[in-house]
């Protein structure tokens, strides 16, 4: 790579507004992860939390917190009408189709619906 900074990956037609909230939706993403990763290592699960950071909550309430974060700048690039509203929901959609059977075996292990 060469000397110059990262920005320059940026198309410089990108509106500075635009700019902001795809870099904070890059960020949130990333925030996401941290959570879900703590709570697969913890014994605990999702209702673990750090030791030394009681103050953050468990993972679960993280998770929420930094999903809702997502959900949030996605409401607002659709409301701009960035991205189109029914595609987005579409797309989610899709992808609840193809969890189906693993939602069928969470359902069962969780016995909810019985």
Do not use: F
Request: with cysteine.
């Amino acid at each position: 790579m060469s000397g110059r900074p990262e920005s320059h990956l940026l198309n410089d037609s990108t509106p500075a507004w635009l700019r902001t909230l795809l870099v904070q939706l890059v960020e949130e993403c990333n925030e996401v992860q941290k959570p879900a990763l703590k709570a697969l290592r913890s014994a605990a699960g999702l209702d673990g939390s750090h030791p030394q950071r009681l103050e953050e909550g468990t993972y679960r309430r993280q998770l929420t917190e930094e999903i809702g974060d997502v959900l949030a700048i996605v409401e607002t690039l659709t409301s701009l009408e960035v991205l189109d509203r029914s595609k987005v929901l579409a797309a989610s959609l899709r992808r609840v189709e193809r969890l189906k059977s693993l939602t069928a075996l969470a359902r069962r292990d969780l016995k909810i619906g019985e």
